[in-house]
């Protein structure tokens, strides 16, 4: 994985995504030795507010947004990731028992400190949006967004628009199912996320094949693949859009950034 990260950098691509829940701890580790030798050629994001369970350091299951966790966790990520500042922090899900306005001004005064350059939000709502971008401006929101899962267009695209706040799409490939590979009959083993997302189950799957057989038709007009399509409609949006697809094989690293 570090061959691939470091050949993604060659190829041009400037900018990585991860979170400490990752692994948990381990992908911070892994992508900070793997953009060592690129300080100040890349940004890298990452993410804060989540926190173990009870009696399990593995399953990340519990919200924590409290201004004293965020710094603690800034701390632990800039030294993970081998940097002087966190290019883009963001919140990784919204804590309802934590104001947003608090969430916000701990990032404002790690941003202060020179340990945080901007503010992100992931998943937030257009009202928690405008609350924290009072307090702190927001650089940021991730949230899902592809040709298969259109709901940031009717509040969240405008929204961003107005405040000026870029968008990172995550699950641009609508989580496989826009490359075409995944079908009816395909059979998601238990470790899979999507086994136990509904839009995944076999029924579902039948009654969006319609989608997926359009862009590939698209995508024989365009000589691409339909995952190039999919990511290309996804940049033709606005130009503050950045999608983020996810691979662990060059040869789809490739494929993507022919989109």
Known sequence: MIALVRATVDKGVTFFDTAEVYGPLTNEELVGEALAPFRGKVVIATKFGWEPGPGDQNRWTVLNSRPEHIKQVAEASLRRLRVDAIDLFYQHRVDLNVPIEDVAGAVKDLIREGKVKHFGLSEAGARTIRRAHAVQPVTALQSEYSLFWR?????????????????????????????????????????????????????????????????????????????????????????????????????????????
């Open 151 to 259: 709901q940031p267009e009717q509040e969240i695209l405008p929204l961003l628009e107005e405040l000026g706040i870029g968008f990172v799409p995550f699950s641009p490939l609508g989580k496989g199912f826009l490359t075409g590979k995944i079908t009816a009959e395909t059979q998601f083993d238990s470790t899979d996320f999507r086994s136990s997302i509904p839009r995944f189950t076999g029924e579902n799957r039948r009654a969006n094949q319609s989608l997926v057989d359009l862009i590939m038709r698209f995508a024989e007009q365009k000589k691409a693949t339909a995952a190039q399509i999919a990511l290309a409609w996804l940049l033709a949006q606005k130009p503050w859009i950045v999608p983020i697809p996810g691979t662990t094989k060059l040869n789809r690293l490739e494929e993507n950034l022919g989109g």
